[in-house]
């Protein structure tokens, strides 16, 4: 609903008085790493949780715990147990009984023990992002330093959705953070239907943000009271085929973040200044701009002028360059007709209303020439 404009949006971004962000490290079970983790808790006073996906993974962890610190005391705690055993165990847990905690992820809310402020998940591929997000919040809730251990199993391949939970876990450890990760959320996971009580969706193929314009602009046709928006306000991107690759390669920008800022950032340029201290940046922060970004930067050039010139269709390859006008019309046909005149035949408008340039177009060239054409019309619409 706040997505659509129905509801407004309220996000708590402070944190308590003294509340530190808990340190999050990914990688597989490390018998010294995890033994060093829970003596240091330990030699603080606090106490450490350590949660499994499943539960018949429960005694398998129990008895790699005892291997790594025999001299911890752990209880255990899971969903099956009976209700009087599961509230003993956690009562004695909450009363320093015991220095880990070993259960499934039934502690992932409603649980408040300040003293633990370390976390270990094992296998925590096989779990969601917002479940791994609110194990995060079982630790740190005092004025101590917390740290979580998210641990993999380095037999297996992770899926790429993991991977990229993962990724984002590690990543936003920020104080706050809890709204920009419930958007990767989204964007991994899908949508459920708006209208409906489906919890499936499609938005992971198109990504939030050309979901939320398209929702967007779907919400103010249905305020408008018509089936469309008015053709002056309707929001429209240019199409472009020049047969170039167009990407930030992973070589270039290999964080994730950064890649998916960089695009959104690109996307949203509406002028060539934009885009010229972009590339200025690019080359200050990452070095020299492969060709696949200064294609996508040509890409977005072009986007620019076509909206200039009124044109919402470039095709081009190695023989010519066909442009489609938008709605069929152009602001000055008089000039437009003059134009073509004083190109001596290299330029010709078709029966369908399409402007055909034909002449060779090598790829070293082909973007300076559709600019060049373009900026031209432009000038002629103005």
């Known amino acids: 609903m706040a997505l659509s404009g129905v509801r407004e949006m309220s996000i708590i971004a402070t944190p308590p008085v003294d509340r530190l962000a808990v340190r999050t490290s990914v990688g597989p079970w490390d018998s010294v790493v995890l033994a060093e983790a829970i003596r240091r808790e330990r030699f603080r006073g606090g106490q450490v949780f350590c949660v499994c996906p499943r539960i018949e993974q429960l005694n398998r962890v129990y008895d790699r715990l005892l291997n790594i610190v025999p001299e911890s ?30 259960s499934t992820n039934i502690i992932e809310s409603g649980i408040d023990i300040p003293s633990a402020n370390t976390m270990i998940i094992n296998r925590a591929d096989m779990l969601g992002l917002s479940q791994l997000y609110q194990l995060r919040g079982r630790v740190g809730r005092g004025r101590q330093r917390a740290y979580a ?9 992770l899926t790429p959705n993991a991977k990229r939970r993962l990724e984002v876990m590690q990543t936003l450890d920020a104080l706050g953070a809890g709204f920009s ?12 239907n ?27 046709a249905a305020k408008l009271g018509e089936g469309e928006l008015i053709e002056d306000e309707a929001p429209w991107s240019p199409v472009i085929n020049m ?23 690109i996307a949203a340029m509406e002028s060539p200044q934009d885009l010229d201290q972009l590339s200025a940046e690019l080359v200050d922060r990452f070095g020299p701009v492969p060709n696949e970004v200064k294609n996508l930067l040509d890409t977005i050039s072009i986007k620019i002028l076509c909206r200039m010139a009124h044109i919402d269709k470039v095709d081009a390859g190695p023989k010519g360059l066909s442009l489609n006008f938008r709605n069929n019309s152009f602001p000055n046909p008089e000039k437009l007709i003059g134009h ?5 035949g290299k330029m010709r408008l078709t029966g369908d209303h399409r402007l055909v340039m034909m ?5 070293s060239s082909r973007a300076k020439v559709i600019k060049d054409t373009l900026t031209e019309l432009a000038d002629l619409a103005a």
């Open 181 to 192: 990760l419930a958007s990767y959320d989204l964007d991994i996971r899908g949508a459920g």
């Open 194 to 220: 708006l209208l409906g009580d489906e919890q499936s969706g499609h938005v992971r193929e198109v990504g939030v943000e050309l979901y939320q314009d398209m929702l967007k602009e779907a919400v103010k």
């Open 149 to 157: 251990y998210l641990t993999v199993d380095p037999t297996r391949l």
């Open 359 to 363: 002449q060779t177009l090598p790829l």
């Open 243 to 265: 047969g170039t690759a167009v990407l930030i390669p992973d070589s270039y920008v290999t964080d994730l973040t950064v890649r998916l800022s960089l695009y959104r950032r």
């Open 73 to 102: 005391r752990i209880i255990t705690a899971h969903g099956q147990m009976p209700a009087s055993d599961l509230d003993e165990a956690m009562t004695r847990f909450g009363e320093g009984e015991a220095d880990i905690l070993l």
């Open 340 to 344: 073509i005149a004083m190109k001596g």
